[in-house]
Nanobody
Framework: VQLVESGGGEVQPGGSLTLSCTVSGAPYPVYDMAWFRQALGKERQAVAAIRYGGNYKYYDDSVKGRFNISRDNGKNKLSLQMSGLNSEDTGMYYC???????????????????WGQGTQVTVS
C-alpha cells in the first residue's frame, strides 16, 4: 500500500493551497484518513481527519474555518483545501490511512497504519 501526497509549495500569507493524497495498492477500502503536519522541531500532529463515509470530520482548533478535508472513495483520494494560510501553517504535511480500524481518536497518530512521504508547505 502506498500513499502519495501532492500539492505542496510556497505561498504568501493569506494564500491558498490544495493538497491531495492518492492511495494505491490497497487490498480493501481505507477506513479513516487524516492529514498531519510537522513543523521544524515539533511533533507531528493532526490538522484534519475524516471517517470513511465522510459523515464526521475532525479539525484542529488552529485550522477550523480555514481548512476543509474531503475524500473520494471511488478514486481512493483524500484532499485538504487550505485557505487563509499563515506562517504557523508551515510544515511537512503527511497523509495517513487507517486500515485496521484501531480504536483511537481521529487525531491520534497511533490510529494510522500507513503514511505518505509528505509534501512541504511553506508560508512566507
Amino acid at each position: 500500500v502506498q500513499l502519495v501526497e501532492s500539492g505542496g509549495g510556497e505561498v504568501q500569507p493569506g494564500g491558498s493551497l490544495t493538497l491531495s493524497c492518492t492511495v494505491s495498492g490497497a487490498p480493501y477500502p481505507v477506513y479513516d484518513m487524516a492529514w498531519f503536519r510537522q513543523a521544524l522541531g515539533k511533533e507531528r500532529q493532526a490538522v484534519a481527519a475524516i471517517r470513511y463515509g465522510g459523515n464526521y470530520k475532525y479539525y484542529d482548533d488552529s485550522v477550523k474555518g480555514r481548512f476543509n478535508i474531503s475524500r473520494d472513495n471511488g478514486k481512493n483520494k483524500l484532499s485538504l483545501q487550505m485557505s487563509g494560510l499563515n506562517s504557523e501553517d508551515t510544515g511537512m504535511y503527511y497523509c495517513a490511512a487507517d486500515f485496521r480500524r484501531r480504536g483511537y481518536g481521529l487525531e491520534d497518530r497511533r490510529k494510522y497504519d500507513v503514511w505518505g512521504q509528505g509534501t512541504q508547505v511553506t508560508v512566507s
